[in-house]
């Protein structure tokens, strides 16, 4: 975030000034992504692949929509149903007379289960973990609708892992360090909150015992403190929440790693232990943007659209001072782009002040100055200065390259 800045904008009005997302009547509660704001969510998407593959997930993909008999069976109809789900009666069977329902999917994790069913599983395929960026649809109440903080349209950075009774502890613990890891990269302040069982819930009091007493043990063995969330647990299982604070001090409920003992037992999952005998698996359910639309609302926000380098849709802005400097300013501007640096030049028939003042207004976060001295430098020297009006000075641009990379790399 802009420190020096007086106001505050919220990210609906920066989306729109910066051109990176907006919404529209013709679709409410589903963002439009324009190509800047698709270049800093391809960029969290990446990010997140990187920790997962790291961390031995598998990617899947189900379908958007599928018989509403699915929910039934996962116990979520019951709660969600027609207030919260987009369902339709299509009559595409043999038979016509007897329209079937379907529902666009407001979660992952009832797919999950039909992909670990897809054959029969063995003790020693388990941790399954099995990772999906998947497109939901949630009908919310029109005054609740938000920007992207409240959307109907929402992706999320899902994961499912498959575990036996015994792996619960290494498995979650796991998942806390990824969750953590990723929150530092942003610079962020996070707590935990532990989330027991709520009044409408799956399960048997006995399930929910078992599930509360272990994340509990979890926190205990790995000396992390939790605020207490009573009665705020998903449906289906108690859960960690982690709770950011951003540059205005504000308070968000981010990512979440939930236990359910629930849903393998609805949908009869099993898995071969040593002895030959079936057993039934444990699901932990985790998230840990929350979702896109979500999280980069709330970046936006905490930024107020200074986004850090590796974020940033233009990383350098190349200046020529005048027309006789645009063809040396295109081949800076080449140089960058094929060290894969999102660079632009602009030749606006501008002044130089202007044209700083603009870049400064878009939040690039370099820009590069291109005049008669530039052109002479047999050395390939630029003028570098920083969008918080810093003057770099001259630099070799091999090594500015070179810096911009390893700032890149470490995600600053």
């Given amino acids: 975030?802009?420190?020096?800045?007086?106001?505050?904008?919220?990210?609906?009005?920066?989306?729109?000034?910066?051109?990176?997302?907006?919404?529209?009547?013709?679709a409410p509660g589903a963002p439009f992504w324009l190509p800047k704001g698709m270049t800093i969510f391809k960029e969290l998407e990446k990010y997140i692949r990187e920790l997962t593959q790291k961390a031995g997930y598998l990617e899947t993909s189900t379908p958007i929509m599928v018989k509403s008999e699915l929910f039934k069976q996962s116990g979520h109809w019951e709660k969600f149903g027609e207030h919260n789900m987009y369902n339709l009666q299509l009559s595409d069977e043999a038979d016509n007379s007897k329209p079937v329902g379907y529902t666009l999917k407001p979660m992952n994790c009832p797919e999950s289960t039909i992909i670990y069913r897809f054959r029969s599983?063995?003790?020693?395929?388990?941790?399954?973990?099995?990772?999906?960026?998947?497109?939901?649809?949630?009908?919310?109440?029109?005054?609740?609708?938000?920007?992207?903080?409240?959307?109907?349209?929402?992706?999320m950075d899902d994961a499912h892992i498959y575990v036996t009774e015994e792996q619960i502890f290494d498995e979650i613990s796991k998942i806390l360090d990824m969750m953590m890891q990723f929150y530092?990269?942003?610079?962020?302040?996070?707590?935990?909150?532990?989330?027991?069982?709520?009044?409408?819930?799956?399960?048997?009091?006995?399930?929910?015992?078992?599930?509360?007493?272990?994340?509990?043990?979890?926190?205990?063995?790995?000396?992390?403190k939790a605020g207490d969330?009573?009665?705020?647990?998903?449906?289906?299982?108690?859960?960690?929440?982690?709770?950011?604070?951003?540059?205005?001090?504000?308070?968000?409920?981010?990512?979440?790693?939930?236990?359910?003992f629930h849903q393998p037992e609805a949908f009869k999952l099993e898995y071969i232990d040593q002895n030959g005998n079936s057993q039934r698996p444990v699901m932990i359910h985790r998230a840990i943007f929350g979702s896109f639309e979500r999280f980069i609302a709330i970046l936006t926000e905490h930024f107020q659209g200074a986004f850090p380098l590796w974020l940033s849709p233009v990383q350098v802005m190349v200046?020529?001072?005048?027309?006789?400097?645009?063809?040396?300013?295109?081949?800076?501007?080449?140089?960058?782009?094929t060290y894969n640096v999102r660079a632009t030049v602009d030749d606006r028939s501008e002044t130089m002040q202007a044209k700083i003042r603009d870049a400064t207004l878009q939040k690039v976060p370099y820009m590069v100055i291109i005049g008669d001295k530039e052109m002479a430098d047999t050395d390939k020297k630029i003028s570098v200065r920083t969008r918080g009006g810093k003057d770099l000075g001259q630099i070799e641009l091999l090594q500015f390259i070179k810096q911009l990379k390893?700032?890149?790399?470490?995600k600053q």
């Fill in 121 to 155: 599983r063995s003790y020693k395929e388990l941790p399954l973990r099995l990772s999906e960026i998947g497109r939901l649809h949630r009908r919310e109440k029109s005054g609740e609708v938000n920007g992207l903080l409240r959307v109907r349209q929402l992706t």
């Fill in 1 to 26: 975030m802009d420190k020096n800045s007086a106001i505050i904008k919220d990210h609906k009005q920066i989306g729109q000034e910066l051109e990176l997302f907006f919404t529209n009547d013709i």
């Fill in 229 to 260: 969330k009573k009665g705020d647990g998903a449906f289906y299982g108690p859960k960690i929440d982690v709770h950011i604070k951003d540059s205005q001090n504000r308070e968000w409920q981010l990512a979440t790693v939930q236990l359910d």
């Fill in 406 to 410: 390893d700032e890149i790399k470490k």
């Fill in 184 to 224: 530092k990269s942003f610079g962020f302040v996070y707590e935990f909150r532990f989330a027991t069982r709520p009044e409408v819930r799956a399960g048997t009091d006995a399930i929910w015992d078992k599930a509360e007493k272990d994340l509990e043990e979890v926190l205990n063995k790995k000396g992390l």
């Fill in 319 to 337: 200046i020529p001072i005048a027309d006789r400097h645009t063809n040396h300013a295109q081949s800076v501007y080449h140089e960058l782009i």
